[in-house]
């Protein structure tokens, strides 16, 4: 059974950082590429960042690039979102997703965690 738990969501103030984590079970972590996507309350859900399966390459929205920053632990089955510099507009659930091709397309995404909300005040 394949399981992706996201964790390290909060309040933060405007400027702020927080680190999400993303711990995958029951899949061959390294053969799947892994993305961030937000969705927050009355939108649909929209990409942030994406990383290859080996961790080679990335690709972010551009609304969160030089903020954000994406990696990937492929010995201990993790994924990570950095996020520095952060916005009232930023508040939304993060969610991780695990796809086995390259995109940014929300519909390729195979596997995808629960959730953790993240909340930036003015």
């Known amino acids: 059974q394949v399981q992706l738990v996201e964790s390290g969501g909060g309040l933060v103030q405007t400027g702020g950082s927080l680190r999400l984590s993303c711990a995958a079970s029951?899949?061959?972590?390294?053969?799947?590429?892994m993305g961030w996507f937000r969705q927050a309350p009355g939108k649909e859900r929209e990409f942030v960042a994406l990383?290859?399966?080996?961790?080679?390459?990335?690709t972010y929205a551009d609304f969160v690039r030089g903020r954000f920053t994406i990696s990937r632990s492929n010995s201990k089955n993790m994924l990570y979102l950095q996020m520095n510099s952060l916005l009232p507009e930023d508040t939304a659930v993060y969610f991780c997703?695990?796809?086995?091709?390259?995109?940014?397309?929300?519909?390729?995404?195979?596997?995808w965690g629960q959730g953790t909300q993240v909340t930036v005040s003015s």
């Open positions: 029951g899949l061959t972590f390294s053969r799947y590429g």
């Open positions: 990383i290859s399966f080996s961790g080679g390459s990335t």
């Open positions: 997703a695990a796809t086995s091709v390259f995109t940014t397309s929300t519909t390729s995404y195979r596997y």
